[in-house]
């Protein structure tokens, strides 16, 4: 029992690849954190940790400890969440991770009010733009375009088809002009999203009677931010591409237009996806109240 605590207290650093994250989501200092693990490590006579100025990842028998004792208190959590239900109210930690045009326009606004009546449901949000394993990292929901998911997932639509449309303030195309043809980007001023995955920009894609085409632009600005880039859009810096939903107050308030709007592109809207072998009561419910009915 004793070694319960530096067990919990190892995996987490393991899993976050960091003291300083480890200890944040602990509650801990982070030298608390370094002294419980280094106390392990003499317990059992075993280096578990490589640790530099930058980054910490076990050593080979820190990773056979990892692998045994990590699923383990998932097991345990899970069936500590199943037990607080038993008391006939839903309970417990649900994360999710998403991009921020899925937090902005369909988690949050959905979750927002309908939290009120479950009082003992916690909510975390990690608004991110990349792809994220979220087993390995701790994640009980991810939310992605597409229904294209892992196998060992299960996945729920929560919106309907994304139209994509090439957007600007009147400003600058009172100044450059209206593009007429996805090749006329060429010779616009395009704001840039450098993508978090893989490091490169995002392409601009387009559709237009069975025919797909993407175009690689280019501009004075480059954000890995929806936000701002919609800031510098409605500024008049340049152009943007993106979901019509998010622009929808800004076309109807004047302050951006949609052109070549008969080459938009439309996806798979977003779903979410949960591991299969997930059976928590709150997460059953985050669900229910996400899914979309149409």
């Not at 927002?112 to 003992?120: M, N």
């Not at 009147?170 to 978090?196: K, N, T, V, W």
């Amino acid at each position: 029992m004793e070694h319960f605590n530096d067990l919990a207290s190892f995996a987490a650093v393991v899993r976050e690849g960091s003291f300083t994250r480890a200890a944040a989501q602990l509650g801990v200092s982070q030298s608390a954190l370094s002294h419980t693990v280094r106390s392990l490590e003499k317990k059992l006579n075993l280096k578990l940790l490589n640790r530099t100025t930058r980054s910490v990842s076990p050593t080979e028998a820190g990773e056979r400890l990892y692998q045994t004792v990590a699923p383990r208190f998932d097991d345990i959590e899970a069936e500590l969440t199943s037990l607080r239900a038993l008391r006939g109210k839903p309970a417990g930690t649900v994360r999710i991770t998403a991009s921020e045009h899925a937090v902005q326009t369909l988690i949050w606004p959905r979750l927002a009010s309908w939290l009120q009546d479950y009082p003992e449901i916690k909510i975390e949000i990690s608004s991110d733009n990349r792809f994220t394993d979220i087993v390995a990292n701790r994640f009980d929901i991810g939310v992605r375009l597409g229904d294209d998911i892992a196998k060992d997932m299960i996945a729920v639509r929560i919106a309907p088809d994304m139209r994509m449309a090439v957007i600007g303030s009147p400003a600058y195309f009172a100044r450059a002009g209206r593009p007429a043809s996805p090749q006329d980007l060429l010779e616009h001023e395009c704001i840039g999203m450098r993508l978090p995955t893989y490091g490169g920009l995002m392409n601009w894609e387009f559709m237009r009677n069975g025919q797909n085409l993407k175009v690689s632009i280019s501009g004075q600005l480059i954000f890995n931010n929806g936000d701002m880039m919609l800031t510098a859009a409605r500024g008049g810096h340049g152009l943007i591409w993106g979901p019509t939903d998010a622009v929808e107050d800004d076309i109807r308030a004047g302050r951006l237009e949609t052109v070549l709007d008969d080459w938009s592109a439309c996806y798979t809207g977003y779903h979410l996806y949960y591991a299969s072998r997930t059976t928590s009561q709150a997460l059953a419910m985050v669900v229910e109240r996400l899914r979309y009915h149409g």
